[in-house]
């Protein structure tokens, strides 16, 4: 509440201080053949510039100065700590680069069938520090589970919902193209970790494409855990693009293996709005190769009012073991907000 009354006092004095709303230039009679006219023509591209300038902050809305406020005090901390790695020898080879932050915050109301006021808080934070040549970056996720971004809270509450834990760990590489990566980190109930991935792609043809990884992470309670993936794609035209993907994680601690596989299609209907229906299927290994839960959906995802700002609207049906496979009709309404440079992977 403090944090809004904040920003709604920040945007009455944006918006309606006489400053910016009521500036004219004075215009006088000057010898146009002068030094004094010669200054000023000299002077015009500047003024024109702050018009120009004026004119953008007198456009913007208040979600703009939210996104622009929170990507500057995030890279303000990050180069501070970026900053800890620097040494007098290192300084000049730093010059001009940045260390930044990019993410992401996703707010989701999830109504369905049986709990209408379910709600979920999403958001992803990686820190890449030039000191360091970029190849060590500082990872914050509300799950460590990075291959199920889109699904909605309930479908992630299944047998393997240890994963949805605040996860902050250090992401090692050898140089920035490896396919290899090493995290240490804590997360999943404040146990300490350690992982390895490999994660490469192969294009068969221009149109078939496969995805694949493999990890092995040890947790100080849940011990040894390993995990494979293999996504294929086909790219259909440049509006429609299918994929499947295939997804199994051995567990240490109950001796089973969890597993997911999914169908996706994405429609892009132009360059702002995408349909995307959705079905998926995870079930466990033990006592037998058994479903635990099913779930479909469509997806739309549009953003149309800024490049940074997008909205989601998915109905969807969701059956679970532990409801005897009864239907769960809902919607998942979402707002996802993305800042800083969100170009790398």
């Not at 680069?97 to 209408?116: K, V, Y």
């Not at 060590?136 to 199920?148: G, I």
Request: glycine share 4%; net charge negative; with cysteine.
């Amino acid at each position: 509440m403090t944090c809004a009354v904040a920003v709604l006092c920040h945007l009455m004095l944006v918006n309606f201080s006489p400053l910016q709303t009521n500036v004219e230039i004075p215009k006088h009679d000057v010898d146009t053949t002068g030094p004094h006219a010669q200054s000023q023509r000299s002077a015009s591209p500047q003024t024109n510039k702050l018009n120009r300038e004026h004119e953008h902050r007198f456009d913007e809305q208040w979600f703009d100065i939210w996104q622009r406020s929170f990507t500057d005090s995030m890279d303000f901390t990050v180069k501070q700590f970026d900053g800890w790695f620097h040494s007098s020898d290192t300084g000049a080879k730093q010059l001009g680069e940045q260390a930044r932050a990019e993410g992401r915050i996703q707010l989701a109301w999830e109504p369905r069938t049986g709990d209408f006021a379910d709600t979920d808080l999403r958001f992803r934070i990686r820190v890449k520090l030039p000191a360091l040549e970029e190849r060590v970056d500082l990872l914050l996720s509300d799950n460590e589970d990075e291959t199920q971004d889109s699904s909605i809270r309930a479908a992630r509450d299944t047998a393997n919902n240890n994963r949805d834990q605040t996860t902050i760990a250090l992401r090692f590489r050898p140089d920035q193209n490896s396919h290899y990566s090493f995290r240490v980190g804590a997360g999943r109930r404040d146990q300490l970790y350690t992982r390895a991935r490999y994660r490469d792609a192969v294009a068969f043809t221009n149109k078939w494409a496969m995805l694949y990884d493999a990890e092995l992470y040890y947790f100080t309670r849940d011990r040894l855990g390993a995990e494979i993936g293999a996504a294929f794609q086909y790219d259909i035209s440049p509006q429609h693009l299918v994929r499947q993907n295939n997804r199994f994680f051995y567990r240490d601690e109950t001796n089973d293996w969890f597993w997911r596989h999914e169908f996706q299609h994405l429609y892009s209907i132009n360059s702002h709005n995408a349909l995307i229906p959705h079905f998926m299927v995870e079930g466990l290994s033990q006592p037998n190769y058994r479903v635990e839960e099913v779930y479909s959906g469509l997806r739309w995802r549009s953003n149309t009012i800024r490049d940074w700002l997008y909205f989601d609207v998915e109905p969807f049906v969701l059956l679970l073991r532990e409801e005897n496979f009864s239907p769960s009709w809902g919607v998942a309404l979402r707002v996802e907000a993305y800042y800083g440079d969100t170009s790398g992977n």
